[in-house]
Nanobody, 127 residues
């Protein structure tokens, strides 16, 4: 079982950048397909980006595709979400989630398919 802890959130001006981290413990990240979700106040939790166990395949929601990069560092057992040119609509709590790599890419946008979650990190984009 893997334990996830996010960090890197904060308050940033519109147009700025942030890098979120998701540190894993209890197991190696090589065993997991990993996804970032986000949840704005009063809204559902939505898919942002995914990366497979090898790092060879990445997936993004259309609204962030040109501004976000998901990556992993297996040596540090950590996943990252680099966000740039942040917009007001990016304000949300960002969660990392993981599931066994054996699920492959099936339903990767479905938050209910992920058994492991971090506690979330707040990102606030200000004017």
């Amino acid at each position: 079982q893997v334990h996830l802890v996010e960090s890197g959130g904060g308050v940033v001006q519109a147009g700025g950048s942030l890098r979120l981290s998701c540190a894993a413990s209890g197991d190696t990240v090589r065993n997991y397909f990993m996804t970032w979700f986000r949840q704005a106040p009063g809204k559902e939790r939505y898919f942002v980006a995914s990366i497979d166990w090898s790092g060879g395949s990445t997936f993004y929601t259309d609204s962030v595709k040109s501004r976000v990069a998901i990556s992993r560092d297996n040596a540090k057992n950590t996943w990252y979400l680099q966000m740039s040119n942040l917009e007001f609509d990016d304000t949300a709590v960002y969660y990392c989630a993981a599931r066994s790599k054996f699920f492959g890419q099936n339903s990767y946008k479905n938050r209910r398919s992920y058994p492991y979650w971090g506690q979330g990190t707040q990102v606030t984009v200000s004017s």
